[in-house]
């Protein structure tokens, strides 16, 4: 198929359009660069010996969307375009709601305009209810949509409710909702990573910035939560494992609106990411704890064993491989893509 993968330069379309080149497939990213790079998608030409078009547009302009994309033809959507800081989303929710709505009612009429009824799209482990998490792995049938701490969460969940009622009124849609856990790691080559803009918000490129010596210390965000440690604990899904889940999608899709969790269903704690990162870096990580971070629950792993049935996928790395692999990346470009 031809995909038109939005959002493919970043960090996980970046893996994704790797996965689809590897499978035949063919990528055209759109893009707007506003938290990606150019240079990932050189990469993956590189890495794949296969070429990419590219269309620099800001998907939120629908105007300049269907200007940049008349003409093109593809068969399927992968829509992993979006803002997607929690705290920066709370400072500027206006901005937030503004983008990841638009951009998902502005595909979803160029996928008419296109006669296209195939859409895969990047939900997030965030939609579920605060309540429900804590408590057991999560499945795709635990209340989501309800009591999210911060806009960035709710514009998956208005996005999924979006998808669900353009999907009533257009019944030929075949729609697939991945709600991601923690997408961790690199492609073991280290040629293509996460490159966070600024202070990274998340545990994982933070440890990995640590490590290298950009950054002093770890803040671990609390450790008497009722975890074995003390410390959060998260469900950290190899990226590369990720990208595999939305090829499997891609393959499923059928009539409706389908739900899946991708995650490992295991769940790591704070100290054993410092831990399993030390061993893979050989290097030390310095943490001191502070307060937790408002927002933040106990524990979020999932029950993935409904994608594992039905999309006949499966997490197959491990958390060892995920910390090898980041630090590949990390310790190959220690200033992430800046450096080209
Ligand atoms: N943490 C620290 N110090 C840091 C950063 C994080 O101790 O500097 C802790 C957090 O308290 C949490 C764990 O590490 O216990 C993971 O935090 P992340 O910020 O890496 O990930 P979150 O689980 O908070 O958020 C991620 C994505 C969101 C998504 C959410 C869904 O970043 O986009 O998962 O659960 F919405």
Redesign the pocket.
């Known amino acids: 198929m031809r995909i038109l993968l939005a959002g493919g330069a970043g960090y996980i379309g970046s893996h994704v359009a790797l996965v689809l080149l590897e499978a035949g497939h063919e990528v055209l990213v759109v893009d707007d660069y506003s938290n990606s790079s150019r240079t990932a998608i050189g990469r993956v030409e590189n890495l794949t010996e296969r070429s990419v078009e590219v269309i620099d547009c800001d998907l939120a302009d629908l105007t300049a969307s269907r200007a940049a994309l008349h003409g093109q033809q593809f068969d399927a959507v992968i829509h992993l375009a979006g803002l997607?800081a929690?705290g920066e989303s709370v400072a500027k929710p206006a901005h937030y709601y503004r983008t990841n709505l638009t951009s998902t009612l502005n595909l979803l009429e160029l996928m008419a305009d296109h006669g296209v009824n195939k859409l895969v799209f990047s939900s997030?482990?965030?939609v579920y209810a605060p309540a429900a998490e804590g408590v057991q792995n999560l499945d795709e049938d635990q209340p989501a949509g309800t009591g999210i701490t911060n806009p960035?969460?709710w514009t998956?969940a208005m996005n999924e409710q979006i998808i669900r009622d353009i999907q009533h009124s257009r019944p030929e849609l075949e729609a697939v909702l991945l709600r991601y856990?923690?997408p961790v790691g690199a492609h073991p080559s280290g040629r293509i990573g996460e490159d966070p803009s600024g202070i990274?918000?998340?545990?994982?490129p933070?440890v990995a910035q640590v490590a290298i010596g950009r950054r002093d210390r770890?803040?671990?965000?609390?450790d008497q939560y009722p975890t074995h440690d003390g410390?959060?604990?998260?469900d950290y899904i190899h990226v590369m494992d990720l990208a595999e889940g939305h090829l499997a999608a891609l393959d499923h899709l059928r009539a409706g609106v389908a739900t899946y969790n991708l995650g490992t269903g295991e769940g790591q704690s704070?100290f054993d990411?410092v831990q399993a990162f030390s061993d893979a870096s050989g290097r030390e990580i310095p943490y001191e704890i502070v307060a937790?971070?408002p927002g933040?629950v106990a524990k979020?792993v999932a029950d993935p064993s409904k994608a594992n049935r039905e999309l006949n996928w499966r997490a197959k790395r491990t958390f060892a491989e995920a910390c090898r692999d980041s630090w590949a990346w990390q310790s190959q470009n220690p200033n992430g893509y800046s450096a080209g």
């Open positions: 997607k929690v997030s482990a965030t960035y969460g998956k856990f923690n990274p918000n998340n545990l994982m933070f770890l803040a671990v965000f609390g410390t959060g604990v998260r704070v990411v937790p971070r933040d979020a």
